[in-house]
């Protein structure tokens, strides 16, 4: 009788039961397991940092004095003043980062899908024709800035004695302007003609063909097949070209340095400089917490312009 009648959980059934409860369980913590690692170091890296630089940015921060007195929006409110110091500074140098991006961006979007375009061909040299639009990206910013400072040198620049001109491309403005623009163009039109040229080679060959068949001009194929093809890819372009144009240091400080007169002095060159020449590391975190409000928007007008609305 004891051998027929065991209880419920000693039976037979009872023995696979844990094991698969336990494999339910590890494949439930699998996942997490291996995003540990990459969310801890976001935590460290990212996470940490930004709420250090919010609370930096709520005090008087003055990385020379051990008193750093709590202010509060202080530093915000003050950069919203216009008859404050910090503010005109500040509303100067965002305007200054405005005109460089808004000038900036069309070309580093449009020039580089061109650039694509021509690559995606099928012609003799095309890996070395790729390679030369590429190259200038593997240049630090600093030989970047160094070697076109000498090259744009208004008084002894190779650009002047061979064009035969006599124009102040690092002190006057609006030269300092072009001069900018076209150094970051040069320099970084090749990664995003590789972005879209790898776009390209995405877009499946039967819907060209099948253009092509219903008689589809060139310019119809270009724009019912390539662009919306690319709509991903373009949408990624545009966000990472509106931050690097925004975040734009380099040249401005070793081309021009702000010149005239801070015209050219990019909100990432004052926040630079208001921490850790001024040592005002309170100001200099408002200013960068402001900014990001406005790349934020950007990017999520960005998005709001790409959207597919045929999903909906």
């Known amino acids: ?31 997490y397991a291996f995003l540990a690692p990459y969310l801890a170091l976001f935590a460290v890296f990212m996470v940490l940092p930004i709420g250090f630089g919010f609370w930096t940015s709520l005090h008087e921060w003055d990385i ?42 069309p070309l580093l979007i449009v020039l580089p899908l061109l650039a694509a375009l021509l690559m995606n061909g099928r012609f003799r040299g095309r890996n070395l024709y790729r390679a030369v639009y590429f190259a200038p990206y593997v240049l630090g910013v600093a030989v970047v800035g160094f070697l076109w400072r000498f090259l744009l040198d208004g008084n002894i620049g190779l650009v002047n004695h061979y064009l035969g001109l006599e124009v102040q491309w690092t002190t006057d403005v609006p030269p300092a302007w072009v001069a900018l623009i076209g150094v970051t163009v040069w320099w970084t039109l090749g990664l995003n003609a590789v972005i879209f040229l790898a776009g390209l080679q995405d877009i499946p060959r039967e819907l060209y063909e099948a253009a092509m068949v219903d008689g589809a001009s060139a310019w119809r194929r270009f724009r019912a097949v390539t662009l919306p093809g690319l709509r991903p890819v373009t949408v990624f372009v545009i966000n990472a070209t509106i931050l690097a144009s925004a975040n734009m ?64």
């Open 249 to 312: 240091f380099g040249q401005s400080y070793l081309i021009t340095a702000g010149a005239p007169a801070d015209q050219t002095k990019t909100a990432i060159y004052l926040i630079a400089e208001t921490g850790l020449r001024q040592f005002d590391m309170g100001t200099a975190s408002a200013m960068s917490f402001i900014l990001a409000a406005f790349l934020m928007a950007a990017s999520a007008l960005v998005f709001g312009a790409f959207r597919d609305r045929s999903r909906r």
């Open 64 to 105: 020379n004095l051990p008193a750093k007195p709590f202010v509060g929006l202080e530093n915000y409110t003050d950069l919203f003043d216009p008859s404050s110091v910090d503010g005109g500074r500040f509303w100067t140098a965002m305007r200054a980062t405005g005109v460089f991006t808004l000038f900036s961006v």
């Open 1 to 31: 009788m004891s051998v027929l009648t065991r209880p419920k959980g000693l039976s037979g059934a009872a023995g696979p039961a844990a094991p698969a409860g336990r494999a339910k369980r590890m494949r439930t913590w699998t996942p």
